[in-house]
């Protein structure tokens, strides 16, 4: 179990014109990460911000909760 109880989760936001297969990122991930690291998820949205940028982490884990 994971601090807090939240397992590793990794929200995708494509630019334009770019696609990526969930295999590729866990090929990469499995190269570049230690185990414990490795997400168990992978979600493909745009990324909620604020007016000036920041990411809104509260709506990412509101959106892990749905799924």
Do not use: N, W
Not at 52 to 59: N, S
């Amino acid at each position: 179990m994971k601090s807090g109880g939240e397992t590793p989760c990794a929200f995708i936001e494509l630019a334009d014109g770019q696609t990526v297969e969930e295999d590729e990122l866990k090929k990469f991930c499995r190269e570049h990460l230690a185990g414990f690291k490795m997400p168990k998820t992978f979600v493909f949205q745009v990324l909620p911000k604020t007016s000036t940028g920041k990411i809104q982490k509260y709506e990412l884990r509101e959106t892990v909760k749905k799924l």
